[in-house]
């Protein structure tokens, strides 16, 4: 087991993993940016270290200075979190250079998975479907129109380094894919320093279910269910649930594929392979997260399973602590993401937390390292809190949701808590109706 853990994250994931941590009786060392150093975690943990100025790319994405901080603080691995370096194989390389352990995938199977076009290619060839598009990266505007004009209208420009919604772009016909094409190229570029781009053809309505994967050295491989991520604004979660509400058949071809894919990769430690799943309930396979996911909580609810004390343990050499047949799913969980944002405009709310009561009771859970007093930055992730509710059923599981929210009391700061409320009282969230698109049409 290693000894000490560098945190190279911020917010409610580095208290997260720092509790996971001290729960297996390890030293931990934070890193934090001027603008958290009253944060919980830097209170929390047994030494912290600031690595420089507000700005994410002087301080969080500063791999020198990450790496400075470790030397100093005589830590013996880095867990990044999800975010900033964390699918970032550059760094994980520079760790592993450094005698540090990389509490995170192999650099080269996170290269692979990085790039959405090779990844694509990659598992079409072990036979998993893949949306229609392209075969690989597109070089110029008239070939995105050729594989538009096969696989038909709509389609997705897609950042090839990409994830998170940023540098996609909608086109409906051939004028508006050239309008959208450099803009598309643009904003990858902007945003992964990598402006490759591939298509895809629209599947709509479609849903968005991720399975849950974890592997160790060994070539043990567990699959711990699957959640449903469909709630979405601007492709960014919302809202998620586990289990999903799926025919048991398709349930097993999700599994089986994702067993497929972390075998055949040689993946090792946490991951997600994330499929969308169409009305006749075809599914494709879009992407895997070599990372710890915002949504794990609902997994672990569900399953027992901590899924960052596994990380910690994969990394340090250990075999997976439970089997397949271990593995029971109980119970229904969901997770509210909370965000300090105007819950109608969604612009950002940052500032002084005046109040701050969290709620309780059975089957409530909150993950956030916010508290009064606290003043927000502006600089960083709007996310303060995840609230994660379980029940016995996805009925109570709801009620419980609901009545967490009612309790829940934030003063000073917006927060999207009423979006929460009313996706909970809809009639088709309630009858499981709810798509990738359902969201936008929601709210508007």
């Given at each position: 087991?290693?000894?000490?853990?560098?945190?190279?994250?911020?917010?409610?994931?580095?208290?997260?993993?720092?509790?996971?941590?001290?729960?297996?009786?390890?030293?931990?060392?934070?890193?934090?940016?001027?603008?958290?150093?009253?944060?919980?975690?830097?209170?929390?943990?047994?030494?912290?270290?600031?690595?420089?100025?507000?700005?994410?790319?002087?301080?969080?994405?500063?791999?020198?200075?990450?790496?400075?901080?470790?030397?100093i603080a005589m830590a013996d691995a880095v867990h990044p979190g999800y975010g900033f370096l964390s699918e970032n194989p550059e760094?994980?390389?520079?760790?592993?250079?450094?005698?540090?352990?990389?509490?995170?995938?192999?650099?080269?199977?996170?290269?692979?998975?990085?790039?959405?076009?090779?990844?694509?290619?990659?598992?079409?060839?072990?036979?998993?479907?893949?949306?229609?598009?392209?075969?690989?990266?597109?070089?110029?505007?008239?070939?995105?129109?050729?594989?538009?004009?096969?696989?038909?209208?709509?389609?997705?420009?897609?950042?090839?380094?990409?994830?998170?919604?940023?540098?996609?772009?909608?086109?409906?016909?051939?004028?508006?894919?050239?309008?959208?094409?450099?803009?598309?190229?643009?904003?990858?570029?902007?945003?992964?320093?990598?402006?490759?781009?591939?298509?895809?053809?629209?599947?709509?309505?479609?849903?968005?279910?991720?399975?849950?994967?974890?592997?160790?050295?060994?070539?043990?491989?567990?699959?711990?269910?699957?959640?449903?991520?469909?709630?979405?604004?601007?492709?960014?979660?919302?809202?998620?649930?586990?289990?999903?509400?799926?025919?048991?058949?398709?349930?097993?071809?999700?599994?089986?594929?994702?067993?497929?894919?972390?075998?055949?990769?040689?993946?090792?430690?946490?991951?997600?392979?994330?499929?969308?799943?169409?009305?006749?309930?075809?599914?494709?396979?879009?992407?895997?997260?070599?990372?710890?996911?915002?949504?794990?909580?609902?997994?672990?609810?569900?399953?027992?399973?901590?899924?960052?004390?596994?990380?910690?343990?994969?990394?340090?050499?250990?075999?997976?602590?439970?089997?397949?047949?271990?593995?029971?799913?109980?119970?229904?969980?969901?997770?509210?993401?909370?965000?300090?944002?105007?819950?109608?405009?969604?612009?950002?709310?940052?500032?002084?937390?005046?109040?701050?009561?969290?709620?309780?009771?059975?089957?409530?859970?909150?993950?956030?390292?916010?508290?009064?007093?606290?003043?927000?930055?502006?600089?960083?992730?709007?996310?303060?809190?995840?609230?994660?509710?379980?029940?016995?059923?996805?009925?109570?599981?709801?009620?419980?949701?609901?009545?967490?929210?009612?309790?829940?009391?934030?003063?000073?700061?917006?927060?999207?808590?009423?979006?929460?409320?009313?996706?909970?009282?809809?009639?088709?969230?309630?009858?499981?109706?709810?798509?990738?698109?359902?969201?936008?049409?929601?709210?508007?």
């Amino acid at each position: 087991m290693v000894r000490r853990v560098l945190i190279a994250n911020r917010g409610e994931i580095a208290l997260r993993i720092l509790r996971a941590c001290r729960e297996l009786g390890l030293e931990t060392v934070v890193v934090y940016s001027e603008a958290d150093c009253d944060s919980l975690p830097v209170q929390l943990a047994d030494r912290a270290i600031c690595i420089g100025p507000p700005e994410p790319v002087n301080s969080y994405l500063n791999v020198q200075s990450i790496m400075s901080a470790a030397e100093i603080a005589m830590a013996d691995a880095v867990h990044p979190g999800y975010g900033f370096l964390s699918e970032n194989p550059e760094f994980a390389e520079i760790c592993m250079a450094c005698d540090l352990v990389f509490i995170g995938p192999p650099a080269h199977v996170m290269r692979l998975m990085g790039h959405k076009a090779g990844a694509r290619a990659k598992v079409a060839s072990w036979g998993i479907p893949v949306i229609p598009g392209s075969e690989g990266e597109i070089e110029a505007e008239e070939e995105a129109i050729e594989v538009a004009r096969e696989v038909g209208y709509p389609v997705l420009m897609k950042a090839a380094a990409g994830g998170g919604g940023r540098g996609m772009r909608l086109a409906r016909d051939e004028d508006e894919l050239r309008q959208v094409f450099n803009t598309a190229r643009s904003e990858a570029g902007a945003a992964f320093g990598y402006a490759g781009l591939y298509v895809e053809k629209l599947i709509h309505p479609a849903r968005h279910i991720e399975v849950q994967v974890v592997a160790d050295a060994n070539g043990n491989v567990l699959v711990l269910g699957e959640r449903d991520c469909s709630l979405q604004r601007r492709h960014q979660k919302v809202m998620e649930e586990a289990p999903a509400f799926l025919p048991s058949q398709l349930r097993e071809r999700l599994f089986e594929d994702a067993r497929l894919i972390t075998e055949r990769l040689g993946y090792v430690n946490v991951g997600t392979v994330e499929f969308l799943v169409d009305e006749r309930g075809d599914h494709y396979f879009i992407e895997m997260n070599t990372r710890i996911q915002v949504e794990h909580p609902v997994t672990e609810m569900v399953t027992g399973v901590d899924l960052v004390k596994e990380q910690i343990r994969i990394a340090s050499g250990e075999p997976l602590s439970v089997s397949q047949n271990d593995i029971k799913v109980e119970g229904w969980a969901i997770e509210c993401r909370i965000n300090a944002e105007d819950p109608k405009t969604f612009q950002p709310s940052p500032g002084l937390v005046e109040r701050w009561v969290v709620p309780g009771g059975p089957g409530v859970r909150v993950d956030s390292a916010v508290y009064q007093g606290y003043e927000i930055p502006p600089f960083y992730d709007s996310l303060v809190a995840k609230l994660i509710a379980h029940g016995r059923d996805r009925d109570e599981a709801i009620q419980r949701c609901r009545r967490a929210l009612e309790e829940f009391q934030i003063k000073g700061i917006k927060t999207t808590i009423p979006l929460s409320m009313a996706i909970l009282e809809s009639d088709d969230y309630l009858q499981c109706r709810c798509h990738i698109d359902w969201l936008e049409r929601f709210l508007w």
